[in-house]
């Protein structure tokens, strides 16, 4: 419903970006914290997230 309204009411205390959704801030919080959890078995780079990680392969595959 809020999606199509433009409400965005979970605001990033740090930079103030906004959310339809709750899971979206917490999500989008990652990005400030430098929590980098996912790891790249090929070259030990870290990422904050899986999706990048994933993309981050293929990229190998392609050397």
Do not use: M
């Amino acid at each position: 419903k809020r999606t199509h309204t433009g409400e965005r009411p979970f605001r990033c205390d740090v930079c103030g970006v906004g959310f339809t959704q709750n899971s979206g801030l917490h999500y989008h919080r990652t990005t400030h914290t430098a929590e980098k959890s996912f790891k790249c078995d090929v070259c030990s780079k870290h990422f904050t997230d899986y999706y990048i990680l994933k993309k981050h392969i293929k990229e190998h595959a392609n050397e």
